[in-house]
């Protein structure tokens, strides 16, 4: 693989949340980018691991391929929304009934780039492999600015919907003359000798 060939993630910020049974099925019929052999799904207590294996076999076993990571929580989900339920009246029940939920694994894919995507061998292809995660995802965002042929590129997923991004420069702080906003603690006639 050339570092010519090569695209980055140069931003990447997400709040991804699916159900994690959702996940694997996704990861089982995905088709991966080109230069992705395959996803290794891993769990380590709380914390799922998503890793590419490289379809070029050059690639040493010990070179770290890029990665996802989530963490995995419990939720609650109600067959029925409670407080829908306590907002309607029931003049005749005299007993509430319990509402139908079970308890469900979420895989929690958020951060930023650090947190969510480490490695940088294979990035920009598991890169895509999170894009089509969040598609697939009905709740959270995923924003990201990456660089693909020279050209920046900027990706907004919401709620499993791609949405319209643009890439915006602004002009960050500046160092205005150092040392003429702060103290000049030589001269100050407060600080006796």
């Not at 159900?19 to 991966?32: F, G, M, Q, T």
């Not at 609650?76 to 009934?97: A, I, K, L, M, N």
Request: overall charge negative.
């Amino acid at each position: 693989m050339s570092t010519e060939e090569s695209r980055h993630v140069y931003r990447l910020h997400s709040t991804l949340e699916l159900p994690l049974e959702d996940l694997r099925e996704h990861i089982d019929e995905a088709s991966y980018p080109e230069g992705i052999d395959d996803v290794e799904l891993t769990r380590r207590n709380n914390t799922l691991i998503l890793k590419a294996v490289a379809e070029d076999q050059s690639v040493s076993k010990y070179t770290p391929t890029a990665q996802l990571k989530a963490s995995v929580t419990e939720n609650r989900v109600y067959e029925e929304d409670p407080d829908e339920r306590r907002q309607s009246f029931s003049w005749d029940e005299e007993e509430e009934e319990e509402i139908e939920s079970e308890l469900v694994e979420f895989a929690a894919f958020k951060g930023d780039r650090e947190t969510v995507l480490q490695n940088s061998l294979l990035q920009y292809e598991m890169f895509l492999v999170l894009c089509t995660i969040a598609e697939a995802a009905e709740k959270g965002t995923l924003t990201a600015i990456s660089e693909h042929g020279g050209t920046l590129e900027a990706t907004r997923i919401v709620d499993g919907e791609p949405r319209p991004a643009d890439i915006e420069v602004v002009e960050g702080p500046r160092d205005h003359g150092s040392g003429d906003g702060g103290v000049n603690w030589r001269d100050n006639k407060f600080i006796s000798d």
